[in-house]
């Protein structure tokens, strides 16, 4: 039987910690002057996610090898989505996405086409999030209407990094994700721990920007059929990457570099399938 490919898609939640200063007094040679009140410099301003209309474009490639009885198999995989995100001002502590799946392609390891995904285009999503990022709810397609889609709703309502304080240079902070994704007929239990680092200033088309790095692990479990076969997956996996988002409160990009090494166990006859990959992810704005 062929390996089932495991991939396990990073989209991290962000906490920003800042601080802010004071400032001196001065004093006379002739008589000690009152000294003045110290002022303080003014608190960065919070954080929020500015209405938008934008689209982006994610493109990601796959190497890895796949081991069964002593044999070896090396594979590529490649994806591109372009997504059309809307960022509205629902109410004074929420905001209303609108996302569109303008296009996707997936090529699997014999570089074919994967089936259903020409299915996706025009997908729509929705969802409710704070301010800085954090989700309320998510909605799309239903399983009935078009179960690929539906497996993406979560993920399509994570599409904003969560940002829970003011950005500023310096701020380093972590944070963890659990979730359960469905994956190639698998359902799976996946933990990530991230570490992020607001790592400097940058400039995006002419747009300032804060530049956050960000260094990750990963674990999963799940259980499944792969190819008609009942499968248990272990996971465990490595990530870094930048994203960047301008001051005014704007997703411009970002790039990321997944390491992962499964071990899947064919539950009839305990044979065990080991998969090593590396996955190279780019986001951009076209506009």
Do not use: H
Request: with cysteine.
């Amino acid at each position: 039987m062929r390996a089932p490919f495991v991939q396990l898609l990073v989209l991290p939640a962000l906490t920003v910690l800042a601080a802010c200063g004071g400032s001196n007094a001065a004093s006379s040679a002739a008589a000690p002057a009152p000294k003045a009140p110290a002022v303080a410099s003014a608190a960065p301003k919070a954080f929020e996610y500015a209405p938008s209309t934008s689209q982006y474009r994610f493109t990601s490639a796959t190497k890895g090898q796949q081991s069964m009885m002593d044999q070896s198999q090396d594979f590529e995989t490649s994806a591109m989505r372009l997504v059309s995100i809307t960022v509205a001002r629902a109410t004074g502590d929420t905001m209303s996405l609108g996302i569109v799946l303008d296009s996707v392609s997936v090529l699997g390891p014999m570089g074919i086409a994967q089936a259903g995904t020409d299915k996706l285009a025009g997908a729509k999503f929705s969802a409710k999030v704070s301010p800085t990022g954090k989700v309320y709810s998510a909605s799309g397609p239903s399983e009935a209407e078009l179960p690929m889609a539906a497996a993406l709703t979560d993920e399509m309502g994570r599409t904003l990094p969560r940002i829970k304080v003011n950005l500023a240079l310096g701020a380093i902070w972590t944070d963890t994700l659990s979730d359960k994704p469905k994956q190639n007929g698998m359902s799976l239990d996946r933990q990530i721990i991230s570490r992020f680092t607001v790592a400097g200033d940058s400039t995006v088309g002419g747009e300032a920007a804060w530049k956050i790095t960000r260094e990750s692990t990963t674990s999963a479990t799940g259980t499944g059929a792969a190819q008609g076969q009942n499968v248990v997956i272990e996971s465990t996996g490595t990530g870094k990457g930048v994203i960047l988002i301008s001051k005014r409160g704007v997703l411009l990009g970002g790039e990321s570099e997944e390491q992962s090494v499964a071990k899947v166990t064919v539950t009839a006859n305990s044979m065990e399938i080991g998969i090593k990959s590396t996955t190279a992810t780019k986001v951009l704005k076209v506009k």
